[in-house]
């Protein structure tokens, strides 16, 4: 297929092209004219918050979100009926299938890169055209955007298996300060805890004194590294007063039946627990979907394990009412083939793949987009990642195109110039 049939929006003129736009204050700017913190308070007070669910190695939209029983590449899962009548998921997601009432579902994906070590980052960043920066990934970008809520806690934090640590190269050209804290298999950052022979006093005199340290250190000094270093032990103080975040035992015993005890479904309740206590963005790492060989063993156990913790919570959401501000998105970095290889497994696919998401902004039951019979290709218009971003900053309220980023002076659009949201997803 020729990859240019997938890039329509590259032959028009953008919205800012068409405008002229220029960014006319420091900071990020509104085409208002407003600083972007004026435009951000109204937002703050809806406390947005978003959890992003990362199938790394790239789920099979196949035996997930867009299944094709009886057909030439369809595979031996059937598709089951979700709760929206005439809708239909992989077999292998019957609790997520159960909430498809509060999903949205894009089916007509289709993206550009096929390698892991470009698509990760490429699809986590946006893919905005090349301006000689590496843009932010989506949770530094929402919390540049969104700025404090009053929840004291970390603004961005990272569940993933193994090892955790400050991850600054998240945030791009924003500065180190809007990287993420990863939790490794969910457990507070090393050292948290404080140590019996230091009292409340100590510990307030140790952070007064840091702080005038780390003021005349930033005198002769570039001032991203310094706001990063205060950063990331403001935050371990707050951390200390929160030990309850990483408390599994106070997890109820049907919770964690619900959830699963596998790692997932561990990292997932906990994710639900962060929500609740706060932190805007969220995100849940699982590995291992890389299904080159014996795809639908694995899709079998990989999609299971997904299916039973995902769905517990978009449930639990909406139950406790947060979906209405709880952006949720469910992705990988690209697809699978629909033709099966040698090994009996699926290999990359961005042509077409399909993005689960719900809450925030976005219609409910909905599905957008279609791909061909074999699912080969895409049949309606297709979208990438640049639509999904511009889709997902309006979600939360931020109007994606009349607010950009200043860096250093030089105006950069928030999302891909020559793309737009997908009307069809947004409330």
């Known amino acids: ?11 028009r003129l953008s919205r800012r092209q068409w405008l002229g736009v220029t960014a006319g204050a420091a900071g990020v700017v509104g ?5 972007m913190p004026a435009l951000a308070d109204g937002l703050k007070r809806k406390y947005k918050q978003i959890l992003f669910v990362w199938l790394d190695g790239g789920v099979s939209q196949l035996e997930s979100w867009d299944p094709k029983p009886n057909t030439e590449f369809g595979g031996p899962f059937r598709a089951i009926p979700t709760s929206v009548p005439g809708v239909h998921f992989s077999e292998l997601l019957p609790h997520t299938a159960k909430q498809m009432h509060h999903l949205a579902i894009c089916r007509s994906v289709c993206t550009q890169d096929d390698a892991h070590s470009s698509g990760v980052d490429r699809i986590q960043r946006g893919d905005a055209k090349n301006r000689g920066v590496i843009y932010p990934y989506f949770g530094s970008a929402v919390t540049k955007l969104l700025g404090p809520n009053d929840s004291g806690l970390p603004p961005y934090v990272w569940i993933k298996p193994l090892s955790g640590g400050f ?6 050209f924003l500065g180190a300060k809007y990287g993420s804290l990863a939790f490794g298999d969910g457990k507070p950052p090393e050292n948290l805890l404080k140590h019996a022979s230091v009292s409340d006093q100590d510990l307030q005199d140790r952070a007064a004194l840091r702080a005038l340290a780390d003021k005349r250190y930033s005198q002769t000094h570039r001032a991203g590294s310094t706001e990063a270093n205060s950063f990331v032990f403001d935050m371990g103080l ?6 309850d975040l990483f408390d599994t035992t106070k997890f109820s015993p049907r919770d964690v039946e619900r959830y699963g005890t596998h790692d997932l479904g561990r990292h997932m309740l906990q994710a639900r627990k962060m929500l609740e206590a706060g932190v805007t963005f969220v995100k849940v ?3 291992g979907w890389d299904t080159h060989g014996d795809n639908f063993n694995g899709s079998l156990s990989l999609v299971s394990r997904f299916d039973q913790p995902f769905g517990a919570i978009i449930e639990d959401l909406a139950e406790r009412g947060m979906l209405d501000n709880v952006l949720v998105i469910a992705m990988s970095e690209f697809g699978r083939t629909p033709r099966v290889n040698g090994h009996l497994g699926r290999d990359h696919w961005p042509e077409a793949w399909s993005i689960a998401m719900a809450g925030s902004g976005l219609k409910k039951g909905i599905v957008v987009g279609e791909t061909n019979d074999n699912g080969t290709y895409v049949k309606t218009e297709p979208y990438d990642i640049g639509h999904m971003f511009h889709t997902w900053f309006n979600a939360i309220g931020i109007n994606s195109e009349k607010t950009e980023y200043n860096n250093a002076g030089q105006p950069l659009p928030i999302a891909h110039e020559d793309m737009h949201p997908i009307k069809e997803l947004l409330a």
């Open 1 to 11: 297929m020729n990859n240019s049939l997938c890039k329509p929006w590259e032959h």
């Open 31 to 35: 085409l208002n004219g407003l600083p």
């Open 167 to 172: 991850m600054h190269k998240d945030a791009g």
């Open 238 to 243: 707050e951390l200390m007063k929160r030990q």
């Open 285 to 287: 790492n699982s590995y």
